[in-house]
Each structure stands twice: as C-alpha cells, then as structure tokens.
C-alpha cells in the first residue's frame, strides 16, 4: 500500500499539532511509523486519504457499534441541525434521553450528561468526594479513566507529569482481580476512602475481565465502608449489553460513567447513579460541575437514535456469534501452530495478545511482546486490517462487520503469524 499523502501530511501537522495528533492513542509511537490520516468510513471499512480501503476494528476507539455512519445516525443528525444545533438552555432531547438511559441501566436514578469519557470520570471522582467528605480514591493497576490528574498518579506511579505531589497522595492503587489487595487498603485507610473506580472489563492492558466473585466482594466492601463504587463503563456501556457490563454481572455500582457508544459518533459522556448522591450536584447540591456542550441537542439526538437501534437484541445476539467464532477459530489456529499468541475477548472487545499466557491484571500485561505486536500491527495493516496501534489496547468488533470481513481477516491473520514466527 501506498501511503504518500499520510506521511507528506504528517510532516506538516506535526508543526502545528504536538505529535501530529490531538490525542496520543492515535500515534504509530507504540508501533512505529506515522499515523495514517483517515477520510471516509462506511460500514465496517474505512479508507484513508491515498485510497487504501481497511476493515476497520478500531471503531473511533469503541463508539461505532453499528459501524460508520449507520442510517438511524444520519437521519437524526439532519432532523435536528434543521431545528438547533446549540442552545444553551435545557432541550426536550435531553429529558428524553437521560428517562432512555435510566430505563436501560437500573442502577442509574439520576444523570448528567457531559461532553467525553474523562469528563464523566472526573466529575463522578470529584462528586463522590464530596458526597462522602473524603479524599482519598481507589483504583487498579493498568485501569484508564481519562486523562485527569487524580487517575493518572498514585502514591506509586505517574503515567503523566505535571501533575502535583499532593494530588499523587490521594489515590490509592490495588491489583485487579486481587480482593486481598483491596481489603489491605482500606484496612490502612479506614473511612478515608471517598470512592473506588474500576472497570469491569478493562481494555488497557488487553481485553481482562474482573472475576465475578471478585465483583461482589468488591461491591461488598465498598457498601460496608460507605465508599461509592464506580463503574467506568465508558468503552463497555452499550458495547457488551445494552445494560453494560453491570447488567451482565447482575452488579449494581452507586455511579456508572459512560460515553463513546452513547453518542452514536458525536463527542459525549454522561455519569449517573443513585438519586441521593446526584442530588449533591449544583444547583440542588454543593459539588460543581458545568459544561456549555453539555447536553447538546446534536449528540443528545444522535444518543437517542442509536440506543434505540441497540434494543434489538439480534445486534447483541450477532456480535456474540461474531465473536466467537473468531476466538475459537484464531485461538484453535495459534495453538495448533504452538504460537506465544491468544484472542482474549469479552462480547464485542478483543486483543490479539502476543504472550503465552492469559492476562489477568496489569503484572500479567507486562509480559505481551511489544515489538511482536509491532511487526504484526504492520503486516495486517499492509494487507487492509486496521488495529489499535497498541499491543495493550481493546479493538472492537460492530454489527457491520460480514461474514466475509471475518474470514478475510482470519487468512490475513494467520498470513502474518505464520511470517513472524516462521
């Protein structure tokens, strides 16, 4: 494939943007090489500006579960820009959308609605500190929850400088997976800590899923300590149920954090749980939070469209079906061949993991062969597959995908396995 017009692109943008992009996950830095610009999608591909058509598994990082430009999107968007676009008042979509959710997700009594994932992370922390009147916040080893200072340093990591020394001493860090590591913290900091913040499948250090009992015990321990249990389902909300991840464990958080799926492809992310700690938001509450795009009429139609297209359960019951067979025929694949590879795979969510053993928690992901990753990344890219340029981070199957997309990919998979280790 020829990729011209990308690299004479991006030795331009790279004077004017940091990198070349305006966020870190779409570089080629893990991988290598230069970021390829993209200009159109339909379905499940997505063609570049030299031409070069891919079958596309990053989905824009996790929103496009039907694929690109589903129909149901289209025709709300342009039914809306008719009407508004922006109003900075409250709009009816917004009453109807918010009563949409909290009929899908029991756990939700009360939202609001913001403008990304790390909004919605952030603003959940900061309330659930001021609900509990406590400082210090709980999370996991390889978790992601935006890019907010609290999240990004504990007592001991940093993932980001610039970020102070203080804040670094108010979040706490525990193995997922690891109850035992759970328990220790909050026996050496007893009603201390404001809140708990995990994904029940993560997808930054492969696709890891939380143990059930581990849920519950968790789940446990946070009513028993009256610390608010977040649920950051900002990739798996819509992605594995229409319930999310919580509906599947039968698991019910204080809050829940969502966006990407929920805007149908427009910027948003929303928190929500119970009525008496959202009650502690300004105006009713003293916990402050605003936004002049909170709430828009665009992605509040655009949510509306897609959450309404995802209650048919055939779009679920596909992309399990999906899914499997895909686990089942690559894992078959690489273990007939001996090849240090696995699928790991929660509904819709994958990894193509280069290591010889399962990832359970973030010491597990330490032993994934990046550079093996790399040299894959390249070969199916070169042959029209395009992954996250990550070894880490979850790719995503969607309901546009074909039964032809699924058997082109497996060849060129294997193809590329079969080089690599030849």
Known sequence: MIHKKSHDLF???????????????????????????????????????????????????????????PSCVIKALYSIVENVMVTGAPHILEYEFALKITQIMPSI??????????????????LARGYTGRDLVLMFEGGYHGHIDITLASYNHQSSQGIPANVKGNTLMARYNDIESVAELFKKFKDKIAAVIIEP???????????????????QICFDNNTVLIFDEVLTGLR????????????????????KILGGGMPIGA????????????PNGQVYQAGTFSGNPLSMACGLAIVGELQNPDIYRKLENL?????????????????????????SMFSITFSSKAIFNFADS????????AEFFHKVLAQGVYLPPSAYDAACFSYAHSDNDIAKTLEIFKTALKEIFA
Not at 116 to 124: D, F, H, P, Q, Y
Not at 240 to 259: H, M, R, S, V
Not at 271 to 282: E, K, N, Q, S, V
Request: hydrophobic residues 40%; glycine residues 12%.
């Open 366 to 373: 330490e032993f994934i062969d990046k550079d093996k990753f």
């Open 201 to 219: 499948v993560a997808g930054s250090m492969s696709v890891v899923k939380a143990d059930l009992q581990f849920l519950k015990d968790l789940r």
């Open 109 to 126: 009594a009360k939202i609001r609605f913001v403008n990304s994932g790390t909004e919605s992370c952030m603003s959940a922390l900061r």
């Open 11 to 69: 030795s331009l943008i790279e004077n004017l943007i940091p990198g070349g992009v305006n966020s870190p996950f779409r570089s080629f830095n893990e991988v290598g090489g230069q970021a390829l610009f993209m200009s159109y999608g339909q379905g499940s591909s997505i063609t570049d500006i030299d031409g070069n058509e891919y079958i596309d598994y990053v989905g824009a990082w996790g929103p496009l579960i039907l694929g690109h430009r």
């Open 323 to 347: 899914g499997h067979y895909f686990e089942n025929e690559f894992n078959s694949f690489c273990k007939e061949m001996n090849y240090p590879v696995l699928m790991q795979r929660v509904g």
């Open 240 to 259: 594995l149920a229409l319930g999310g991840a919580q509906g599947l464990y039968n698991i019910e958080p204080d809050i829940t954090c969502l966006g």
């Open 271 to 282: 928190y929500g749980g119970r009525a008496d700690i959202m009650d502690y938001l300004m």
